[in-house]
């Protein structure tokens, strides 16, 4: 299976999302109220936008790029 670029981005992106959400809810940089209404719509984010992304990667039946 092959990953084009701009794919690759958007994977790395969103898991980033993600990432940064988690870590938000566990820091003490942000208030309490602060830091659960970041990590929480980070961690959105990175979820809704991981799964389309992950099964569309998953279900391609063709190359990504075809061979020279």
């Known amino acids: 299976m092959k990953v084009t ?6 994977i790395a992106g969103t898991r980033g999302m ?3 959400g988690i ?6 940089r942000l ?4 830091r659960r209404i970041a990590g929480r719509v980070l961690l959105a984010i990175g ?4 799964i389309p992304l992950a099964l ?3 279900r391609r039946t063709e ?3 075809s061979p020279p």
């Open 47 to 50: 979820a809704m936008t991981t």
């Open 63 to 65: 190359p990504a790029m």
């Open 56 to 58: 569309q990667v998953f």
């Open 23 to 28: 870590g938000l809810l566990v820091a003490n």
């Open 18 to 20: 993600l990432g940064a």
């Open 5 to 10: 670029v701009p794919e690759l981005a958007l």
């Open 31 to 34: 208030s309490e109220d602060q």
